[in-house]
């Protein structure tokens, strides 16, 4: 079973169905879970240099959050987890703290990956998967892009390729 497959399994049950979207909705987002696979350095697929050194957001419920953790990030071969809100595990949790946010207003907005500062640093990504989570309820809601984790497919950005992927909700 996937990594997104156990998070919406465990966290979807049947609580859902007793909730009223409204009442879903209104609920207030405790935790959001990034995970990034950077490709790996590959001269077969003409990828030579993977990871970046430049900044990455993560633009939800209609404001970004910085991804930054203190050990090197967005390596290439590299499979992380960003963890913002309850448990952060992100350089600057208060400033990436997504706990004042409502699952309806991470519905109202759309939820993209943004690389910024690009200067000669492109980015090869894999896989992007995004799920938010409130204490309050077991409730999972969850995106992503660029399909499933191991079906090679990536997406390259940097200066002349783009500083977006925007997501998909999944659930």
Known sequence: MTWSAVATTVCAGALIA???????????????????????????????????????????????FYLDRPLPDFDAGADELF?????????????????????NQAHGYPVYLRLSEI?????????????????NTPASFSWNALGSLNDNQRLRLGRTSGSLIYLTRTD
Do not use: M
């Open 18 to 64: 007793a909730l009223s979207p409204s009442e879903l909705y209104a609920q207030n987002i405790t935790q959001v879970q990034v995970r990034i696979k950077t490709s790996s350095n590959s001269s077969s697929l003409g990828i030579a240099n993977a990871g970046t050194d430049g900044n990455v957001y993560l633009g939800l419920g209609g404001r970004e």
């Open 83 to 103: 963890v913002l809100g309850t448990s952060a595990n992100v350089v600057n949790p208060s400033g990436s703290d997504p706990r004042s946010l409502t699952f």
């Open 119 to 135: 200067i000669d640093d492109d980015w090869t990504v894999d896989y992007v998967e995004v799920h938010i989570f409130s204490n």
